[in-house]
């Protein structure tokens, strides 16, 4: 059974800084991973998409990595915002028909300080 | 606008009560799923479908029932509330295929669901 894990929990840093979120997994028959966004109380925002195949997509400031063999994949933020505050998810999605099948870890919780 | 659209946003239910969770795509997706929220868990699959005509359990399937008749709607039903059943409820559609853009998971924006 696939297992993801985020690290940290939550996160705190002053406006402007770097910043790096972790994600792992224990099955590396992966067919793609997907970092979300959510903000309190809302739906999910899909930040970028990384496919089995590849090794790291980008978006603006957002630079997102994967290692396959290590199980391992990393959010970097560049110069964070407040508005960056929320919670990032990262999700595996499964090989063949269960593409559609997300395993989620529990996020980190970004809190970008002025 | 194109996307996942769920309703209704908040129900309240009360134990053994029974009612459907509405999901709608405009995207042409296959695939489409049902996901639960709770505090400290994480999301968590409930039942997933890869196509008209097609569903599967996944991870916490008890208590619930799907269909999907058409490639746009996958309703979610909740045969007897229980207050366990307390969540939010997320849908998805994604597409795997040729073509830019074409792949990927949308999310409606949730139903807020309280079982008393």
């Known amino acids: 059974k696939q297992e993801v894990t985020q690290i940290p929990a939550a996160l705190s840093v002053p406006e402007g800084e770097n910043l790096v979120l972790n994600c792992s997994f224990t099955?590396?028959?992966?067919?793609?991973l997907q970092w979300f966004r959510q903000d309190p109380g809302k739906g999910l925002t899909s930040l970028l998409l990384?496919?089995?195949?590849?090794r790291e997509q980008t978006s603006g400031r957002l630079n997102a990595s994967l290692d396959k063999s290590s199980g391992r994949s990393t959010l970097y933020i560049a110069a964070s915002q407040p508005g960056d505050s929320a919670t990032y998810l990262c999700?595996?999605?499964?090989?063949?028909?269960?593409?559609?099948?997300?395993?989620f870890g529990t996020g980190t919780r970004l809190q970008v300080t002025l | 606008n194109a996307g996942v659209t769920q309703t209704p946003k908040f129900q309240v239910l009360k134990t053994g009560q029974s009612m459907t969770l509405q999901c709608a795509q405009d995207?042409?997706?296959?695939?489409m799923s049902w996901y639960r929220q709770d505090p400290g868990m994480g999301l968590r699959l409930i039942h997933y479908?890869?196509?008209?005509?097609?569903?599967d359990q996944g991870e916490v399937p008890n208590g619930y029932n799907v269909s999907r008749s058409t490639t746009e709607d996958f309703p979610l039903r909740l045969l007897s509330a229980a207050p366990s059943q307390t969540s939010v409820y997320f849908c998805?559609?994604?597409?795997f295929g040729p073509g830019q853009g074409a792949h990927g998971y949308t999310f409606g924006s949730g139903t807020r669901l309280t079982v008393v």
């Open positions: 998805a559609s994604s597409y």
């Open positions: 099955d590396s028959a992966i067919y793609n």
């Open positions: 990384i496919q089995s195949s590849q």
């Open positions: 999700a595996v999605g499964g090989l063949g028909g269960t593409a559609s099948k997300l395993t």
């Open positions: 995207m042409n997706h296959e695939y």
């Open positions: 479908s890869v196509g008209a005509g097609i569903t």
